[in-house]
């Protein structure tokens, strides 16, 4: 049974999808950050949460951002690509990246932004972000917004919201890409 409840104005009404989850689902919206993908936005965890202003921020934050702010995160992700090119070199499928220029047009955002609290740590609020890359197709990308204003996390798909998460190390906190 769908629902709809308006909280975010820069999202319009949500709808919740499953009434045992406290997520709820934007129509699908252009997203400058994202090249201007149309895509609906996800939040997790804002009726319970005690401070849901921080979602309203983060929304409003990634929703007002550029890709510029993904160009800044531009050396992280193409090391990934390098990674995986060393990773896979007998794979004649996968597309290698020959220049950091090169490497967000090679990236496809498909997936719905994730906005929630991370659990653990600075318990602040961040956007994941599946993506399509031609370099991984299997693990794919996920980029992770810290308020939805700048790239803290990227690399393989985990789910995690830092790799400091990722990882277990607190020391890995600050670290956008972490080469496996």
Known sequence: MEETVPVIAALGDLTRLDD???TLISRPLAIPL????????????YEIDPKPQDF???????????DSVLEAAADALY???QDCAKLWAGDPGL???ARREDA?????????PLVKRRV????????????????????????????GRRVTKLGPYDGH????????????????????
């Open 20 to 22: 045992q989850e406290d």
């Open 34 to 45: 994202l090249f201007g993908a149309r895509l609906p936005i996800e939040i997790e965890g």
């Open 56 to 66: 309203v921020a983060a929304v409003t934050s990634l929703l007002a951002c550029d």
């Open 79 to 81: 090391a990934y690509s």
């Open 95 to 97: 597309a290698k990246v």
């Open 104 to 112: 967000w047009r090679r990236v496809r955002f498909t997936g719905h």
């Open 120 to 147: 653990a740590g600075d318990r602040q609020i961040y956007v994941s972000i599946p993506a399509a890359c031609d370099w991984a197709p299997r693990q794919g990308l996920q980029v992770v917004l810290k308020q």
């Open 161 to 180: 919201l830092s790799n400091a998460d990722a990882s277990g190390n607190p020391a890995d906190e600050a670290v956008v890409y972490r080469r496996g």
